[in-house]
């Protein structure tokens, strides 16, 4: 062979390794002109009908980890890493709470984030708070979301309590959060259709992307605070903020998300925060930086009652 053709050989090569790693790591779809539609005026409705509305919202970060950048935002560094927290919420009533989120235990916290923060102090108390609870409600079936449910000492006490959707129970990564046998049958699904609301103060809105059961929990405190809650739509808010999601091989190959629902997902979220501001408080799920400007603004509260 000469010299000639196998530096074209060469050439083509590496021509298709950097095609390769541009799609993988930099490339994200552009946003469908008819974005998902977000319904926000009947998620307010929804969720200011039926009773008292929820006197404050308590957070209380289970674990810490760390992802290089270019995993939470399609392009950005390789070098660099981004904080992620794993935190639960607690919706606080004059006559009761609600737990939303769950996090995980800490087995599975040392098999994906082995030598990151595990706070088995505020699993602890989480476990409690669900045990007193009227409801548990989670943005989407991953493990670092049900984790808590799925590892329960207490699942038998809490599993009536438990309000997974038809499509959380069912999705095709829900095993992924190692339910004890028969745990997921023993669940009743919790289905509806469009805006609903489960009790005062919130309301649900499905939006399959990052996974099949994926929805948005609206809340609005009485005090006239208003939050949204994303889940892993966006693993920060640099996601929603640059119309940006994961790249190929963290959204594609690893989550098998649909890309182009997320992206849309995003887009409308951009939208409505262009529009509200600080009216309404978009909440991503893992962005540590968010959460601290949040309990230091003391818009959430630090820890569970």
């Given at each position: 062979?000469?010299?000639?053709?196998?530096?074209?050989?060469?050439?083509?090569?590496?021509?298709?390794?950097?095609?390769?790693?541009?799609?993988?790591?930099?490339?994200?779809?552009?946003?469908?002109?008819?974005?998902?539609?977000?319904?926000?005026?009947?998620?307010?409705?929804?969720?200011?009908?039926?009773?008292?509305?929820?006197?404050?919202?308590?957070?209380?970060?289970?674990?810490?980890?760390?992802?290089?950048?270019?995993?939470?935002?399609?392009?950005?560094?390789?070098?660099?890493?981004?904080?992620?927290?794993?935190?639960?919420?607690?919706?606080?009533?004059?006559?009761?709470?609600?737990?939303?989120?769950?996090?995980?235990?800490?087995a599975?916290?040392?098999?994906?984030?082995s030598?990151?923060?595990?706070?088995?102090e505020?699993?602890?108390?989480?476990?409690?708070?669900?045990r007193?609870?009227?409801?548990?409600?989670?943005?989407?079936?991953?493990?670092d979301?049900?984790?808590?449910?799925?590892?329960?000492?207490?699942?038998?006490e809490?599993?009536?309590?438990?309000?997974?959707?038809a499509?959380?129970?069912?999705?095709?990564?829900?095993?992924?959060?190692?339910?004890?046998?028969?745990?997921l049958?023993?669940l009743t699904?919790?289905?509806?259709?469009?805006?609903?609301?489960?009790?005062?103060?919130i309301?649900?809105?499905?939006?399959?992307?990052?996974?099949?059961?994926?929805?948005?929990?609206?809340?609005?405190?009485?005090?006239?605070?208003?939050?949204l809650?994303?889940?892993d739509?966006?693993?920060?808010?640099?996601?929603?903020?640059?119309?940006?999601?994961?790249?190929?091989?963290?959204?594609?190959v690893?989550?098998?998300?649909?890309?182009?629902?997320?992206?849309?997902?995003?887009?409308?979220?951009?939208?409505?925060?262009?529009?509200m501001?600080?009216?309404?408080?978009?909440?991503?799920?893992?962005?540590?930086?968010q959460?601290?400007?949040?309990?230091?603004?003391?818009?959430?509260?630090?820890?569970?009652?």
């Open positions: 062979m000469s010299r000639h053709r196998k530096s074209k050989i060469v050439a083509a090569i590496i021509a298709v390794l950097a095609l390769s790693v541009y799609l993988l790591l930099f490339r994200a779809p552009s946003p469908d002109p008819a974005p998902f539609a977000l319904q926000l005026q009947q998620m307010r409705e929804a969720a200011g009908r039926g009773g008292a509305l929820p006197l404050r919202l308590n957070a209380l970060v289970v674990g810490e980890g760390r992802f290089p950048s270019m995993a939470v935002v399609a392009g950005d560094s390789l070098l660099q890493k981004t904080a992620m927290s794993f935190v639960s919420y607690q919706l606080v009533y004059a006559d009761g709470s609600i737990i939303l989120e769950t996090a995980h235990d800490r599975i916290h040392e098999d994906f984030f030598g990151q923060p595990f706070y088995q505020n699993f602890d108390r989480m476990q409690q708070a669900m007193k609870s009227r409801m548990i409600l989670v943005t989407h079936e991953h493990m979301h049900v984790g808590g449910i799925s590892h329960s000492p207490y699942f038998n809490i599993r009536d309590r438990v309000h997974m959707t499509e959380q129970i069912s999705g095709p990564t829900t095993a992924a959060a190692r339910w004890p046998e028969g745990a049958q023993s699904p919790l289905r509806y259709d469009g805006v609903y609301s489960p009790a005062p103060g309301a649900l809105l499905k939006a399959p992307g990052h996974s099949q059961g994926t929805q948005l929990i609206y809340l609005r405190l009485a005090d006239g605070k208003e939050f809650l994303i889940g739509i966006a693993w920060n808010m640099q996601n929603v903020d640059r119309v940006r999601g994961r790249p190929l091989l963290v959204s594609a690893m989550l098998r998300e649909n890309r182009q629902a997320v992206v849309d997902q995003l887009s409308a979220l951009h939208q409505l925060k262009e529009e501001g600080e009216r309404v408080q978009i909440v991503a799920a893992h962005d540590s930086v959460l601290h400007s949040l309990l230091e603004r003391g818009l959430i509260h630090e820890g569970f009652e």
